[in-house]
């Protein structure tokens, strides 16, 4: 026994580095506070795109310990200069980040304190905070207050959540598959392709519907190809539409097509992970009309809330539906009944049980800041992309239609030489150049250029320096011949 006794006194001794002094604790948070200090004060100067490779061997584990000054060092330099900086006003390619600082004071707590956000048992106040967002989210969407709702890691999860939603309602398996049909838009983001195989789903019919010049789901035609698949003895029973799509922000005629789904009863799914929160601006309010007559809907707050990567939702009406394939329980789970409640918890709505308590770092910016410089960003955005859009018409780039939010897409009409080729040799030296970041995309099989304005740090002084960035790097290829 003492033998046992002493080899635990051992070990307690160096385990216990896992618990450092509150002076340890003060160094640590002193040091990575300068950093982020640092980081956020010289942001506008640091470059949004750097293709240098990681030296990998600099970040392998082998055991050994390092002081934390050498450890944020090789952070900054291996990890936050190089690819994209998802924090930087200049990202404008794809869906641009948020991180604002404030969630991550959220992090920081919850990290500290290790709320269990899976089970009401184990954390009533996380997950009691997590169904204040959720009740907000359907406040703002027109859902009522008896739908169910998760936080999850992003978009993708939350729609593979809402598209299990729509398959256990239809009773969607085994032989009913492969006659099964769902009507979506080519434009529909391919995480609900991605979601569609992981759920079974990847024999069903799937039917893409027509989309005009703003790359909105033709209605009539969604109509037709239902009418046509019900005459044939095919089974429908999901349409999906996209507010805000990622290639050029368009927003899908939601009232129609929900109207459609209703008259036809199938399920009907919005994904709105990147364009939802549009629905706050006085501009763009009207273009949601509909939006609450879906039966799931998705929309991510670390696109159009400005939160850090890690945080989408889902809201799915029927309840029971969203159950079916994620309530469990368990022997080892018996205790989590204890608490005598009405409220599910949000591990049944979930592919996940231990959950981050990722609510709090919406809530927390939400409590000390208030909505209003949420919505005012939003309004920002879209106004500077109507800037941007004409700053470009100005210096002789042209651009695709006006956009229903704020992603949109330019090129420049070079005199000489293959249009394809040139557009993407100009964005080649904008990569180079790395201080803004732009992607591209296939519009009508045309290479063009895509923007897409979302980050909280993008400001009208970003759009001039980045058209500046452009002008120049369009006239280096006409300098080489263009
Ligand atoms: C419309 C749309 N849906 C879904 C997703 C996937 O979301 P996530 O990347 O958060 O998984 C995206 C991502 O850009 C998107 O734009």
């Not at 005629?253 to 399920?267: D, T, V």
């Not at 040139?422 to 970041?437: H, S």
């Amino acid at each position: 026994m003492n033998k046992l006794v002493k080899k635990i006194k051992e070990l307690e001794k160096i385990s216990g580095k896992l618990e450092p002094s509150e002076s340890k604790r003060n160094k640590y948070f002193q040091q990575i506070q300068d950093y982020a200090n640092g980081f956020i004060n010289n942001i506008e100067t640091l470059k949004a795109y750097s293709d240098k490779k990681v030296k990998r061997d600099l970040l392998s584990i082998n055991g050994n310990k390092k002081p934390i000054k050498e450890i944020i060092k090789l952070y900054g330099k291996e990890i936050v200069d190089k690819g994209i900086n998802a924090a930087s006003g200049f990202h404008i390619g794809y869906i641009p980040g948020g991180g604002i600082y404030t969630s991550a004071i959220a992090d920081f707590l919850a990290a500290v304190t290790n709320e269990y956000a899976g089970l009401y048992f184990a954390s009533p106040g996380s997950v009691i905070i997590e169904n204040e967002i959720l009740n907000w989210l359907k406040s703002i969407f027109g859902f009522p207050k008896d739908s169910a709702g998760s936080l999850t890691s992003g978009g993708s999860i939350a729609n593979l959540i809402a598209l299990t939603a729509a398959r256990d309602h239809h009773k969607i398996k085994s032989g009913k598959i492969t006659e099964s049909v769902i009507y979506l838009s080519p434009q529909t983001h391919h995480c609900i392709h991605k979601a569609l195989k992981i759920i079974g789903l990847g024999d069903v019919i799937i039917r893409y519907i027509l989309i005009d010049q703003y790359s909105r789901m033709d209605v009539s035609d969604l109509n037709s190809q239902i009418k046509k698949d019900k005459d044939d003895g095919l089974h429908p029973f999901l349409v999906i539409a996209t507010a805000g799509t990622t290639d050029t922000g368009a927003v899908d005629p939601l009232m129609e097509i929900g109207n459609i789904a209703h008259k036809n009863k199938l399920w009907y799914h919005v994904d709105a992970a990147y364009g939802g929160f549009f629905i706050l601006t006085r501009q763009k309010k009207a273009s949601f009309r509909g939006i609450e007559m879906a039966d799931s809907l998705v929309i991510d707050p670390h696109k159009g809330l400005f939160i850090p990567y890690g945080t989408g939702a889902v809201l799915v009406k029927n309840k029971e539906a969203v159950f079916q394939s994620h309530q469990y329980t368990a022997n080892y789970m018996q205790d989590s009944t204890r608490n005598n409640t009405d409220i599910y918890n949000p591990a049944d709505v979930s592919p996940e049980l231990t959950r981050h308590f990722r609510a709090l770092r919406i809530w927390l910016p939400l409590q000390i800041h208030g909505i209003e410089p949420f919505v005012a960003c939003l309004e920002e955005k879209l106004l500077l992309t109507l800037y941007f859009r004409n700053r470009l018409l100005e210096i002789g780039f042209e651009t695709g239609p006006e956009p229903d939010l704020s992603v949109s897409y330019f090129w420049y009409p070079f005199k000489n030489g293959d249009q394809n080729e040139l557009n993407r040799k100009l964005l080649e030296l904008v990569y180079k150049d790395g201080n803004v970041f732009f992607s591209s995309t296939i519009i009508d099989k045309k290479f063009v250029i895509r923007m897409a304005i979302l980050s909280f740090r993008t400001k009208l002084k970003t759009i001039d320096q980045a058209v500046r960035i452009l002008n120049n790097a369009r006239l280096k290829v006409e300098k080489s011949g263009a």
